[in-house]
């Protein structure tokens, strides 16, 4: 079975480019979340959907960074402009919720490592 | 509110040893724990995870963990460490209802030969 596909891997660019990241979750989960990971603050979320709907976006540092989920198989975060502090992994997570899927687990894609020169 | 604490940064263990690794919540409400290993360069993968009934839960890679309501722990356990064992390690929890999931600052194993 497919996992949750993120891409690109990685991403090499300049402060100020804008960046997009994308993710497809498991196909039949209603709820996908993205991350951040850095050595100095860990494992942050950023946002997350609910049946392409978005929940909670509290954690999104500030206007620079928006995100989206125009179907239940795509999401993109996008960041405009970047900048050196972006830097970071960020991953997306998906998982099946609903009344009888409480304690579903979230399945991780395996990141896109950032780099904003 | 929830809060995981995994009072252990970073675990040095030698090959064929056994390790604990803790994890501690807090939490007003039932919430159901998971522990997640994440290798280099890949995203976190999940070990086990505790939802009722036996206290005692067995994952993958021979690990297991044990849920202390009254400790409000849920502490990973193996008997003997291989070096593919080297990897973070992340505590979670998550209410009954509800969507977030609530992770703890990590676990660093190295296993030594």
């Known amino acids: 079975d497919a996992g949750v596909i993120q891409s690109p891997r990685h991403e090499v660019t300049e402060m100020g480019q804008e960046v997009t990241l994308r993710c497809k979750p498991i196909s039949g989960h209603n709820s996908l979340f993205w991350y951040r990971q850095t050595m100095m603050r860990g494992l942050e979320l950023l946002i997350y959907f609910n049946n392409n709907v978005p929940i909670d976006d509290s954690g999104m540092p500030e206007d620079r960074f928006s995100a989206k989920m125009p179907n239940a198989s795509f999401s993109t975060l996008k960041i405009q402009p970047s900048e050196p502090r972006d830097s970071a992994v960020y991953f997306c997570?998906?998982?099946?919720?609903?009344?009888?899927?409480?304690?579903?687990?979230?399945?991780f894609g395996d990141g896109t490592r950032l780099s904003i020169l | 509110a929830q809060s995981v604490t995994q009072l252990d940064s970073q675990v040095p263990v030698f090959e064929e040893a056994p390790v604990e690794l803790r994890c501690n919540y807090s939490s007003s409400v039932s919430v159901y724990l998971f522990w997640y290993v994440q290798y280099p360069n890949q995203g976190l993968q999940l070990l086990l995870k505790y939802l009722s009934g036996s206290t005692l839960v067995k994952g993958i890679n021979g690990f297991e963990a044990e849920f202390n309501k009254s400790q409000t722990s849920f502490h990973l356990r193996k008997p003997s460490v291989h070096i593919s064992d080297t990897a973070e390690y992340f505590c979670?929890?998550?209410?009954?209802?509800?969507?977030?999931?609530?992770f703890g600052t990590g676990t660093s194993l190295t296993v030594i030969p």
């Open positions: 979670a929890v998550k209410r009954y209802t509800g969507n977030q999931f609530y």
């Open positions: 997570a998906s998982t099946v919720e609903g009344w009888d899927y409480s304690n579903q687990p979230q399945h």
